[in-house]
T-cell receptor, first 113, second 116 residues
Framework: NAGVTQTPKFQVLKTGQSMTLQCAQD?????MYWYRQDPGMGLRLIYYSASEGTTDKGEVPNGYNVSRLNKREFSLRLESAAPSQTSVYFC????????????FGSGTRLTVV | AQSVTQLDSHVSVSEGTPVLLRCNYS??????LFWYVQHPNKGLQLLLKYTSAATLVKGINGFEAEFKKSETSFHLTKPSAHMSDAAEYFCVVTLPGPDSNYQLIWGAGTKLIIKP
């Protein structure tokens, strides 16, 4: 089925460990996004990629890096995880017109202990 | 600055009664507005969108929303609630960004509780 695929679905990290969250879409969308969702705060944009080869900071980029590997894939890396990064992470994509809205992945639940 | 305010963090209604989830926005531009729904432990699904066409927008599962520019509102309604509507609902407004790319500004969410 067409859509956005995120891996892993769950992850527990120790403080200071690193990991990469993977995201891939098969809808030929230009733009891809990483959000984090925390209770009572809605979704906050971490980084986005308007097109292949470009990335830009969102609202809460500190502690994260991203790579737009190709048109399909957009990964999010935590170099040194902190408890404040415990959250649910969503990847999303959209085509050239925002009129279609975003398509979201099913999320990654990350706990940093 | 652009912002979205969902006026209620929780709304509780009885099954079969009307639903009203309120959303007000602030935007310097002509906005596009969306409602997304998130069922427990699930991802986000687009419910409906307003993109400068008809001001009354119909979405999935019997929901609709009306764009009222004079009131800067985009409230979500449904005539008769069903148990399966229990979820969290997010109101979203667009924010123009670089390279004609649009970012979304999210409301904090409203949890809809359906009483049997």
């Amino acid at each position: 089925n067409a859509g956005v695929t995120q891996t892993p679905k769950f992850q527990v990290l120790k403080t200071g460990q690193s990991m990469t969250l993977q995201c891939a879409q098969d809808m030929n969308h230009n733009s891809m996004y990483w959000y984090r969702q925390d209770p009572g705060m809605g979704l906050r944009l971490i980084y986005y990629s308007a097109s292949e080869g470009t990335t830009d900071k969102g609202e809460v980029p500190n502690g994260y890096n991203v790579s737009r590997l190709n048109k399909r894939e957009f990964s999010l890396r935590l170099e040194s995880a902190a408890p404040s990064q415990t959250s649910v992470y969503f990847c999303a994509s959209t085509g050239t017109s925002l009129n279609y809205g975003y398509t979201f992945g099913s999320g990654t639940r990350l706990t940093v202990v | 600055a652009q912002s979205v305010t969902q006026l209620d963090s929780h709304v509780s209604v009885s099954e079969g009664t009307p639903v009203l989830l309120r959303c007000n926005y602030s935007s310097s531009y002509s906005p596009s507005l969306f409602w997304y729904v998130q069922h427990p432990n699930k991802g986000l699904q687009l419910l409906l969108k307003y993109t400068s066409a008809a001001t009354l927008v119909k979405g999935i599962n019997g929901f609709e929303a009306e764009f009222k520019k004079s009131e800067t509102s985009f409230h979500l309604t449904k005539p008769s609630a069903h148990m399966s509507d229990a979820a969290e609902y997010f109101c979203v407004v667009t924010l123009p960004g670089p390279d004609s790319n649009y970012q979304l500004i999210w409301g904090a969410g409203t949890k809809l509780i359906i009483k049997p």
